[in-house]
């Protein structure tokens, strides 16, 4: 059964910073592209950050330079360091793991960012 276990949301002043965990059990987590994704409410879920198997790493233009993606295969974690966060940044985070045309999701964390 795969399993994602997702910690580290919640409430931030803009500028503030937030990490994001994600425990994933049930899959053979090293070989697995993870990702973040995010959605706020009326807009649609979009991959914020991504982390191959190899490491290659890649951003949506909006956090390049603030976030940074991280996994630990010993762990089966992905995290997701936010740094000067403003309000724009808040959503449900979700994590994500997908390799030959499977998806899994975790229950998504709360980031809310005040101004």
């Known amino acids: 059964q795969v399993q994602f276990v997702e910690s580290g949301g919640g409430l931030v002043r803009a500028g503030g910073s937030l990490r994001l965990s994600c425990a994933a059990s049930g899959i053979r987590f090293s070989i697995y592209i993870m990702a973040w994704y995010r959605q706020a409410p009326g807009k649609q879920r979009e991959q914020v950050a991504r982390i191959t198997p190899s490491g290659t790493i890649n951003y949506i233009d909006s956090v390049n330079g603030r976030f940074a993606i991280s996994r630990d295969n010993a762990k089966n974690a992905v995290y997701l360091q936010m740094n000067s966060l403003n309000p724009e940044d808040t959503a449900v985070y979700y994590c994500?793991?997908?390799?030959?045309?499977?998806?899994?999701w975790g229950q998504g964390t709360q980031v809310t960012v005040s101004s």
């Open positions: 994500n793991a997908q390799q030959f045309g499977y998806s899994y």
